[in-house]
């Protein structure tokens, strides 16, 4: 089961935002605001899979996805990827 599956059901019936097109990048969720939290990493891959260079992916998610404040539940986006810094 995918993750974002699996938080669906373990809190079926929260009011959970969900970012279009990026389920797969859905890593957890933070259960007090019940704002789900989505790998910066994989936002990008999926981006990049649909044809984006990665420059081109980079400016939009950083304006189109993470820019987006919808409400208090707004999705968090996590930076998870550290290899280059090791």
Not at 14 to 20: K, R, T, V
Not at 24 to 35: H, K, L, P, Q, Y
């Amino acid at each position: 089961m995918k993750t974002l599956e699996a938080i669906i059901t373990k809190f079926y019936g929260e009011d959970i935002l969900i970012a279009d097109g990026f389920d797969d990048a859905v890593i957890g969720i933070e259960e007090i605001s019940m704002r789900l939290i989505y790998s910066i990493t994989k936002c990008l891959e999926i981006l990049e899979s649909q044809g984006m260079s990665d420059e081109d992916a980079l400016e939009y998610f950083y304006f189109n996805v993470q820019g987006s404040y919808v409400g208090e539940n707004t999705p968090i986006f996590c930076f998870d990827d550290f290899t280059d810094v090791l």
